[in-house]
């Protein structure tokens, strides 16, 4: 698979998913604490929030690689910036992931 078709199928995945969230968080401002708990625990929400940081990273990793290919001249440089946003695409979804699934 190349760059140009995972970038895509990455934005038609995150695309619903940003809608879906924000429209819920959105929803959930006027709801009373219970509300919001019962919310955040369902099985549903926390599935697709994983899916929307996983598929969200990777979409950023991608498209950071692309600008870093193209404005960073020094290989050096750009084989770190590469590893750190990798380690990064990795590393932060998964602290999430796994806060997400134990509540803290």
């Known amino acids: 698979m190349d760059i140009t078709k995972s970038k895509c199928t990455s ?7 940003i809608v879906w969230f924000c429209v819920s968080l959105i929803s959930l401002s006027t709801s009373n604490y219970n509300e919001i708990i019962n919310f955040f625990g369902n099985t549903l929400f926390s599935w697709l929030t ?6 969200g990273f990777f979409h950023a990793r991608i498209g ?3 600008i870093f290919e193209d404005y ?11 590893l750190l946003t990798l380690l990064l695409s990795i590393i932060v979804p998964l602290i999430t992931i796994i806060l997400l699934l134990y509540k803290f």
């Open 72 to 82: 960073i001249h020094n290989e050096r440089v750009k084989n770190v910036t590469n």
């Open 64 to 66: 950071l690689n692309e």
């Open 50 to 55: 994983i899916i929307l940081l996983v598929a």
């Open 11 to 17: 934005a038609i995945i995150v695309a619903p998913l």
